[in-house]
C-alpha cells in the first residue's frame, strides 16, 4: 500500500507559525485529492483543507486566510502552511491522500491513505 508520512508538528505560542508536511511513499502512479484534517481531545475529526491534482483548494472558513495549502507533485507532498495560529487550532493534524499506485503483475489499484498524525500545540 501508499503510506503517509507526516512531520512538521510542534509548540507554538499564539500568532506564531508553523509547516506541516506529508509525505506520500510507495510505487505511486498518481495522487489525486490530497487533504489535512484534525482532531482537537473530545471533538470529532474535522476538515481543515483540500487540495485537488489541478491544484484547486478549498478551506474551512476557521482557517481561511491564515492556512495555505500546497503540493508538490515531484516530490508527491502536501504542506500546511499555517499562520496566526490561535490556541483552538491545538489538535492532532492528520494527512490523507488518494489515487492510485502500482500493484504485482504490471497493473495498477486505487489507494485512500492517512498519516500517522502530528500533534501541533498553541499556547496562549
Known amino acids: 500500500q501508499v503510506h503517509l508520512v507526516e512531520s512538521g508538528g510542534g509548540l507554538v505560542q499564539a500568532g506564531g507559525s508553523l509547516r506541516l508536511s506529508c509525505a506520500a511513499r510507495?510505487?505511486?502512479?498518481?495522487?489525486?485529492?490530497m487533504g489535512w484534517y484534525r482532531q482537537a481531545p473530545g471533538k470529532q475529526r474535522e476538515l481543515v483543507a483540500t487540495?485537488?491534482?489541478?491544484?484547486?483548494?478549498n478551506y474551512a472558513d476557521f482557517v481561511k486566510g491564515r492556512f495555505t495549502i500546497s503540493r508538490d507533485n515531484a516530490k508527491n507532498t502536501v504542506y500546511l502552511q499555517m499562520n496566526t495560529l490561535k490556541p483552538e487550532d491545538t489538535a492532532v493534524y492528520y494527512c490523507?491522500?488518494?489515487?492510485?499506485?502500482?500493484?504485482?503483475?504490471?497493473?495498477?489499484?486505487?489507494?485512500?491513505?492517512w498519516g500517522q498524525g502530528t500533534q501541533v500545540t498553541v499556547s496562549s
Open positions: 487540495i485537488t491534482g489541478s491544484g484547486n483548494t
Open positions: 490523507n491522500a488518494n489515487g492510485t499506485y502500482y500493484m504485482g503483475l504490471g497493473h495498477v489499484t486505487d489507494f485512500g491513505s
Open positions: 510507495g510505487r505511486i502512479l498518481s495522487i489525486n485529492a
